[in-house]
């Protein structure tokens, strides 16, 4: 069984920073991608950050400058440094990883939420 354990969201103001983290545990198998997802209500989920096992990185377009994705191979981990924060910004995170077989695996998400 694989579980992804997110931690780091929660309420900030306009300008303000945080960092989410998302562990992975159990038979996962080679990690592949790892990325950040957000979802607003009545809106589709949309890729955030993502990072390859080589350390290449991409971005949304409305991220680009604020958010830096980054991962700890040895612990499983990766992480979404979030800087400059706006009101848009706010969303439940998701957590996304996948392997070498081609599996895909999904947190629970977090809530970030950005007060004006």
């Known amino acids: 069984q694989v579980q992804l354990v997110e931690s780091g969201g929660g309420l900030v103001q306009a300008g303000g920073s945080l960092r989410l983290s998302c562990a992975a545990s159990?038979?996962?198998?080679?990690?592949?991608?790892m990325a950040w997802y957000r979802q607003t209500p009545g809106k589709q989920r949309e890729l955030v950050a993502a990072?390859?096992?080589?350390?290449?990185?991409n971005y949304a377009d409305s991220v680009k400058g604020r958010f830096t994705i980054s991962r700890d191979n040895a612990k499983n981990t990766v992480y979404l440094q979030i800087n400059s924060l706006k009101p848009e910004d706010t969303a439940v995170y998701y957590c996304?990883?996948?392997?070498?077989?081609?599996?895909?695996?999904w947190g629970q998400g977090t809530q970030v939420t950005v007060s004006s």
């Open positions: 159990g038979s996962i198998f080679s990690i592949s991608t």
């Open positions: 996304y990883v996948n392997n070498r077989l081609g599996r895909a695996y």
């Open positions: 990072i390859t096992s080589g350390g290449s990185t």
